[in-house]
């Protein structure tokens, strides 16, 4: 059972920077891909950016140039930046582990972050 936290949310300018992290409840050795989904209202959630336990990144269209998912197994947490904010990004952020040997998906609560234009 992994439990997940995201902080670092809120309201921002468009062209603004925001910074998430996501702490997990136990070391992030041995869990194999850390994403952070978003979802607005009346939208499906989408995957946003992931990394792999490797350190392999993937982001959506939207994103690419301007957010960065990084983790630090020492400190159990994953990390987004987000820079030149679009009142399109906002939306609320879930981070997402998945562990691979138990076939765990896990959540966290989520944290809304909010873009005026």
């Known amino acids: 059972q992994v439990q997940l936290v995201e902080s670092g949310g809120g309201s921002v300018q468009a062209g603004g920077s925001l910074g998430l992290s996501c702490a997990a409840s136990?070391?992030?050795?041995?869990?194999?891909?850390m994403g952070w989904y978003r979802q607005a209202p009346g939208k499906q959630r989408e995957l946003v950016a992931s990394?792999?336990?490797?350190?392999?990144?993937s982001y959506v269209d939207s994103v690419k140039g301007r957010f960065t998912i990084s983790r630090e197994d020492g400190k159990n947490t994953v990390y987004l930046q987000m820079n030149s904010l679009k009142p399109e990004d906002t939306a609320v952020y879930y981070c997402?582990?998945?562990?691979?040997?138990?076939?765990?998906?896990?959540w966290g609560q989520g944290t809304q972050v909010t873009v005026s234009s």
């Open positions: 136990r070391s992030t050795f041995g869990i194999n891909v």
């Open positions: 997402n582990a998945l562990v691979y040997s138990v076939r765990g998906v896990y």
């Open positions: 990394i792999t336990s490797s350190g392999n990144t």
